[in-house]
Structure formats: structure tokens, C-alpha cells
């Protein structure tokens, strides 16, 4: 199979139920938000992360898959069976629980802080805009995403502030507060 079909060369793209759309669509930029968080994920990852920070990204990194196959689904034609294209409550207890046993780790946050520290710790400040952004899409999409998507994302981008927060304090950066 080739990388190249050329079926996107007239700035069109195709959707999952295989309507064509134009690639700068509302729908389809959303769906470009989640795979540039996907990407800056990807290179939080390589920046030598702890191996279990790295294992949860990953299932992050594969949550964001499926967000982006049911955005790129408009119609939900995604059959059943393809249990790994949900996302669901389930979904976001998983990251909900993450972020309270990391926050144990940490320092109580007293102020703002700046974005920065470590290449990793800065990386996931730029994934946790990113994932705000994407939301902001979400929500403006019409007719609307299914809630649970908005709600995983917004449980996200905590996560990722906090992860962010994780990496750098023990990457022995300090928070620069504002």
C-alpha cells in the first residue's frame, strides 16, 4: 500500500463513512487538533520519560486514536466491534485516578506557573494546550460530539498539567511561578 493516494490533492478529504470534506472543515481540524497533541505526546515520549510515564502515555497516545476516529465519524458508522475506536466513562475514571495518585507526589500548587523545565516537563505544557485547543474545536462542532469525548479531553488537559508538573519536579526542574 502506498503512503500517497493523491485523493487529497484537490483539498478535500474523506471522512470515515466515506463522505468527502474540505480539509479545512470544522470536523476535520478538530480531528488535526487531537493528532498534533498525539504527536507532541510522541515527542514527550522521546525525551526519556520514566518507564511507567511512558506506559501511560502511550495508552493516552492510543485513547487519542479513537477520540479521533469518532470525530472523523460524524455519522457514528464505526461499527461495535471496533471496541478500541470508544471512548467511554471508563475512559476518564482511568485518568481521573492517574491524576490523583501523581498529585500525591507533588508539592501543593500555590500559584500559577510558568511552562518549562525539562524538554519532556515542557513538551507536555505544549500537549496540554494543544488538548485545549482541540476541545475548544469539539465544542464548536455541529451537530455535536458525543459529551463523553469533551469530558475525556477536558480530564486531559489536567492530567497533562499535571504530568507536566510530575516530570519536571522529578527531572529536579523547579516551577517558576508567576
Request: hydrophobic fraction near 40%; glycine fraction near 8%.
Given at each position: 500500500?502506498?503512503i500517497?493516494?493523491?485523493?487529497?490533492?484537490?483539498?478535500?478529504?474523506?471522512l470515515?463513512?466515506?463522505?468527502?470534506?474540505?480539509?479545512?472543515?470544522?470536523?476535520?481540524?478538530?480531528?488535526?487538533?487531537?493528532?498534533?497533541?498525539?504527536a507532541?505526546?510522541?515527542?514527550?515520549?522521546?525525551?526519556?520519560l520514566?518507564?511507567?510515564?511512558?506506559?501511560?502515555?502511550?495508552t493516552?497516545?492510543?485513547?487519542?486514536?479513537?477520540?479521533?476516529?469518532?470525530?472523523?465519524?460524524?455519522?457514528?458508522?464505526?461499527?461495535?466491534?471496533?471496541?478500541?475506536?470508544?471512548?467511554?466513562?471508563?475512559?476518564?475514571?482511568?485518568?481521573e485516578?492517574?491524576?490523583?495518585?501523581?498529585?500525591?507526589?507533588?508539592?501543593?500548587?500555590?500559584?500559577?506557573?510558568?511552562?518549562?523545565?525539562?524538554?519532556?516537563?515542557?513538551?507536555?505544557?505544549?500537549?496540554?494546550?494543544?488538548?485545549?485547543?482541540?476541545?475548544r474545536r469539539?465544542?464548536?462542532l455541529?451537530?455535536?460530539v458525543?459529551?463523553?469525548?469533551?469530558?475525556?479531553?477536558?480530564?486531559?488537559?489536567d492530567l497533562?498539567?499535571?504530568?507536566?508538573r510530575?516530570?519536571?519536579?522529578?527531572?529536579?526542574?523547579?516551577?517558576?511561578e508567576?
Open positions: 500500500m502506498k500517497y493516494t493523491r485523493t487529497g490533492d484537490t483539498g478535500e478529504t474523506s470515515f463513512d466515506g463522505t468527502r470534506a474540505r480539509k479545512n472543515d470544522a470536523r476535520v481540524d478538530a480531528y488535526g487538533e487531537v493528532d498534533e497533541l498525539n507532541w505526546l510522541g515527542l514527550a515520549r522521546a525525551s526519556h520514566d518507564p511507567a510515564l511512558d506506559e501511560e502515555i502511550v493516552i497516545q492510543r485513547d487519542l486514536f479513537a477520540l479521533g476516529a469518532q470525530l472523523a465519524d460524524p455519522g457514528g458508522k464505526l461499527a461495535p466491534r471496533v471496541t478500541k475506536a470508544v471512548i467511554g466513562d471508563d475512559h476518564i475514571v482511568r485518568l485516578e492517574l491524576i490523583d495518585r501523581l498529585e500525591e507526589q507533588l508539592p501543593p500548587l500555590r500559584r500559577f506557573i510558568l511552562a518549562g523545565g525539562t524538554p519532556a516537563g515542557a513538551a507536555l505544557h505544549v500537549a496540554r494546550t494543544v488538548c485545549r485547543r482541540a476541545e469539539m465544542v464548536a455541529d451537530p455535536p458525543n459529551p463523553v469525548l469533551v469530558r475525556y479531553t477536558n480530564r486531559l488537559s497533562l498539567f499535571v504530568l507536566a510530575v516530570v519536571n519536579y522529578r527531572g529536579g526542574a523547579p516551577e517558576t508567576w
